[in-house]
Structure formats: C-alpha cells, structure tokens
C-alpha cells in the first residue's frame, strides 16, 4: 500500500514565532484525527528549519527544506546543502518546485543534479513538475510533463527512483484559487505512473507515491485524495493554517 503524503510548504510565509505556533498546534491536533497511513510533513523557510525539527523531535510530524543546492559544500554564497539538511535530520527537501523553476532559472538538467545530491546526502527529494496554462492549452500537459520527469529523474537506478516522491503542481493552479479538476489531475498521475512503470516495471511503479498540489484545500481534498493514483498533497496558502491542514489531512480515509 503507498504511502499517503500530506506537505504542506510554507514558502517565503510566517515569523519564527508564527511557525512554531503552526507546527505545535498540528502536532497536537493529529493524534487522533489522522489515519495512520497518512504522514504529515511540514516545510518551512531554511532558517527556521532547526528550531521547527527541534520543535518536532518526538513528534510523528516530518520536516522537509524547500530547495538544496548540488553541492555538498564549498564556496557558494547564500546556499545550503543537503548534507547540512542531512545532519540536522531533515527528511525530505522539495527539487524543481515550479517557482524555482520559473523565478530562479533552474532546469531540468540542474535539477537532475540537485536529485542526485540530495539521495546521496540520504534526503527524500519530492519532485514537482507541472505544466502552464499556455501548454495545457496547447494541447502539451502530457508531453511537457514526461519531459520534466524524464530529465530530471529517469537517469536514477530502480534502487534510487525507489527513493522518489513525485508531485504533480499544474502552474496554473498554484496559489490561483483554481484547482485541476479531479479527472485532470488522475489523468497526467496515472500517465506518469505509466511512464515509470515502463522504465522502471510495474512494481516500483506502484510504489511510488505521487502527490497532487495547487489550490488544494479542505473543500477539494476528498475528491482529489480519493483517485487511485493521487497520493497525497503539496499544500501552499493552506497549509499556513492548522486547521485547514489538518482537515486536508482528514480528508485521506
Ligand atoms: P497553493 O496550495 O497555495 O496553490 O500552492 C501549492 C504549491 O505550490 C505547493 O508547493
């Protein structure tokens, strides 16, 4: 059975005292509201990593950063690298969100780089790809999405692709208000396991967990979480609220 994933990421948002709010009201509240199968990861600015997984430390709440660089160290100015996410305990770091994508440069053949940086450091990276309003009206969201997959991953060994998580983050959903529909985003899910399926085989496939993110919230998170190959959420705008994150959380049964 894969494993459902709810992140919620909270971007360039919340004081350091707004963020320690936030994660010890989650931590308090998901003891008994959330299904076992179901991991809470929270994903806040670099610096307030440390007191956040400090915070967290006997909690079941996991911690991811937003980004990493490819290097494990050097002369880098205003970087971090996974083997620093590594030995602070860190689980997952997000690669290739779109905003980096889009504000920051980043492309596929770096990113594939920073994949490979952040397995080695023993990192969980969440991969995002998604496709433009521009391309999804083009006709091209299947292509352009296999493309961001393949470039940026499928260079991996099945014992590192086994590794993965994947997210699916339309641009034109994120932080618009609009969400894919449910039939949209099982579509590009289920062709994307499709592709790893074929590079990879049936089983990894299978295993792998995908999550869904752009304008998720607690009134769309049923119907998203309930198709076969969504498993799980990348949370913006409502994850910066307890209990909108928790009740996204509710949401998988
Ligand atoms: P919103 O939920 O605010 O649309 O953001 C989604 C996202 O980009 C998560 O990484």
């Given at each position: 059975?894969?494993?459902?994933?709810?992140?919620?990421?909270?971007?360039?948002?919340?004081?350091l005292?707004?963020?320690?709010?936030?994660?010890?009201?989650?931590?308090?509240?998901?003891?008994?509201?959330?299904?076992?199968n179901?991991?809470?990861?929270?994903?806040?600015?670099?610096?307030?990593?440390?007191?956040v997984q400090t915070l967290l430390k006997d909690s079941p709440v996991k911690t991811g950063a937003q980004n990493?660089?490819?290097k494990t160290g050097g002369a880098y100015t205003g970087e971090i690298s996974p083997t620093m996410l590594a030995d602070m305990k860190i689980d997952y770091v997000i690669i290739g969100h779109s905003e980096r994508r889009q504000y920051f440069g980043e492309t596929n053949a770096l990113l594939a780089e920073k994949i490979n940086?952040?397995?080695?450091?023993?990192?969980?990276?969440?991969?995002?790809?998604?496709?433009?309003?521009?391309?999804?009206?083009?006709?091209?969201e299947l292509n352009v999405n296999f493309q961001q997959v393949k470039e940026g991953l499928f260079h991996l060994?099945?014992?590192?692709?086994?590794?993965?998580?994947?997210?699916y983050e339309p641009v034109w959903a994120i932080g618009t208000g609009k969400t894919a529909t449910s039939e949209q985003a099982q579509e590009i899910h289920s062709f994307i396991r499709s592709k790893?399926?074929?590079?990879?085989?049936?089983?990894?496939?299978?295993?792998?967990?995908?999550?869904?993110?752009?304008?998720?919230?607690?009134?769309?998170?049923?119907?998203?979480?309930?198709?076969?190959d969504i498993d799980g959420g990348l949370i913006g705008g409502a994850a910066l609220e307890s209990r909108s994150f928790i009740d996204i959380a509710k949401a998988v049964v």
């Open positions: 059975m894969r494993k459902y994933i709810i992140a919620g990421n909270w971007k360039m948002n919340l004081n005292e707004q963020g320690y709010g936030l994660v010890t009201e989650i931590s308090g509240m998901m003891q008994d509201e959330i299904h076992s179901v991991e809470l990861v929270v994903i806040p600015p670099f610096i307030h990593l440390h007191g990493c660089h490819h940086a952040a397995l080695d450091a023993g990192l969980t990276p969440i991969y995002c790809f998604g496709e433009t309003l521009e391309e999804r009206e083009a006709g091209q060994s099945e014992e590192q692709f086994s590794k993965m998580v994947l997210a790893i399926s074929e590079k990879y085989g049936n089983a990894l496939a299978e295993e792998i967990s995908i999550l869904y993110g752009g304008s998720m919230k607690p009134g769309n998170a049923s119907e998203l979480l309930s198709c076969k």
